[in-house]
């Protein structure tokens, strides 16, 4: 059972536009997301996190939106450049108890950011 | 800067073989993973440890065991090696919690 779930495979985006990368979950338990980048033949690098005492958080051209409501989170990439293209991974490390700061992590949508 | 080294970055092995998968890290982490990922399944659990010689199941363990007789290292083993092993390997470690895990750049591994 997918607890964390990125729906798009895969996301096309023009050079200077937005992109908007996103993510559900089931569990109204998980309390704290993050998103990771990974370039091919690179591990994966931590982007940026939000907590589920906000609903928004900022870094840069990075903004994650969280709606708790209806357990969905998004990442926009504003204004969007070639080096964005990668895939991204949202996960969660809540997963129940002492978690050892354990992630479940979603399938992942590639992101390719046309010049 | 945190640095998680991975020994191999491609590895071909024979089915049936015995692998050894390294991983060290420089940050004095409690806490390492192992990850497989896998294209449409993102990055599974295989397993992971909170302290030397301790060691957890993670979701997706069968095939696989660990061994952290050090903190700074953690080693996947594959017993013998299988086809539906043939997978990319991602080690991370943290110091737990809500911090961010921090990857190595993986290893690939192909068994024929």
């Known amino acids: 059972d997918q607890q964390v779930k990125q729906n798009s495979p895969s996301l096309s985006v023009q050079e200077g536009r937005i992109s908007i990368l996103n993510c559900d979950y089931t569990?109204?338990?998980?309390?704290?997301f993050l998103w990771y980048k990974k370039y091919p033949a690179e591990g994966p690098t931590f982007l940026i996190s939000?907590?589920?005492?906000?609903d928004k958080n900022e870094d840069g051209r990075f903004t994650v939106f969280l709606n708790k409501s209806a357990k969905h989170l998004s990442l926009h990439i504003v204004p969007s450049q070639p080096g964005d293209s990668a895939v991204y991974f949202c996960a969660t490390p809540w997963t129940g108890g002492t978690s050892y700061g354990k992630l479940t992590f979603g399938q992942g949508t590639i992101l390719t950011v046309h010049p | 800067d945190v640095k998680v080294t991975q020994s191999s970055r491609y590895l071909v092995k024979r089915t049936g073989e015995k692998v050894f998968l390294e991983c060290v890290q420089d940050m004095d982490h409690e806490n390492m993973f192992w990850y497989r990922q896998d294209p449409g399944l993102g990055l599974r659990l295989i397993y992971f440890s909170y302290d030397v010689k301790m060691k957890e199941k993670g979701d997706i363990p069968e095939g696989y065991s660990v061994s952290r007789e050090k903190k700074e290292r953690f080693s996947l083993i594959l017993e013998s090696a299988s086809t539906n092993q043939t997978s990319m390997y991602l080690c991370?470690?943290?110091?737990?919690?809500?911090?961010?895990?921090?990857f190595g750049d993986g290893t690939r591994l192909s068994i024929l």
């Open positions: 991370a470690s943290s110091s737990g919690g809500y911090e961010p895990q921090h």
């Open positions: 569990n109204s338990m998980f309390d704290y």
């Open positions: 939000i907590s589920s005492i906000k």
